[in-house]
């Protein structure tokens, strides 16, 4: 099996598993996504939805949020983890915005580059999730399960994002790594991955090896 053909049959396989691919963070504007994925640095998708919804409330808007205070901001996330460097990027966020995209979340991975604490992962995810183009969500889950598989090697972001287009159907790219995120959390889970009831062991090598032993032992 090549690299494209495994590919294409994790896409396949996880799409059986998790019909629904969503992101998990909770938001009504684009900007608000932005800065959830921000905050989900190192901190869980549900502490960041259970943070959010107060931050929005407080600063409705771009505008209030790029007037805001960093202190003021960083108490009302500091249970996010890292709430110093976030706090500031989060209105540096906002002032980067109205500054330099009229206030709209630009649709491009480089430009979205541009502004404070915002990476390929946050990058890609808010290319992928709003505009809709082809996107490689590179997290934690997603590079752990792709090197297990096959499809990538390495725990460089970048590195695994270029071998992840090269060998990935990009029309499904972005929903793939969601899923990656689902079955990272119900099955694949870093510390006791559960291989003989994974949904992929016949594409993961780790899964085979798993398979292989289990009809060892009958």
């Known amino acids: 099996m090549t690299k494209k053909e495994r590919a294409n049959e994790a896409v396949r396989l996880l799409k059986e598993e998790f019909p629904d691919a969503v992101c998990s963070l909770t938001y009504e504007k684009p900007y608000e996504l932005l800065i ?10 549900a502490r960041v939805n259970m943070v959010t919804p107060a931050l929005f409330s407080a600063y409705p808007d771009l505008e209030s949020l790029a007037k805001a205070d960093v202190k003021d901001v960083l108490n009302i996330i500091k249970s996010c983890g890292l709430a110093n460097t976030k706090a500031r990027d ?6 980067g915005l109205l500054e330099n995209f009229d206030g709209v979340v630009p649709d491009t ?17 808010v290319v992928g999730d709003v505009y809709h183009k082809p996107a490689v969500v590179c997290d934690t889950h997603c ?3 792709t090197n297990h598989i096959g499809l990538t090697t390495g725990k460089d972001p970048l590195k695994c994002e270029k071998e992840l287009r090269a060998c990935l159907p990009m029309d499904e790219s972005n929903d793939f790594c969601h899923r990656l995120v689902l079955h ?3 099955t694949c889970v870093a510390r006791s991955p559960k291989c ?3 949904c992929l062991n016949t594409v993961c090598n780790d899964g085979i090896k798993a398979l ?7």
């Open 109 to 125: 991975i480089e430009e979205l580059l541009t502004l404070p604490g915002v990476g390929r992962k946050t990058a890609n995810l």
């Open 184 to 186: 990272g959390r119900k």
């Open 36 to 45: 959830s994925v921000r905050l989900s640095a190192q901190c869980t998708d």
């Open 212 to 218: 292989k032993n289990k009809n060892r032992e009958k």
């Open 196 to 198: 003989e009831v994974c």
């Open 143 to 145: 590079i752990r399960i």
């Open 90 to 95: 989060v209105v540096g966020i906002a002032k």
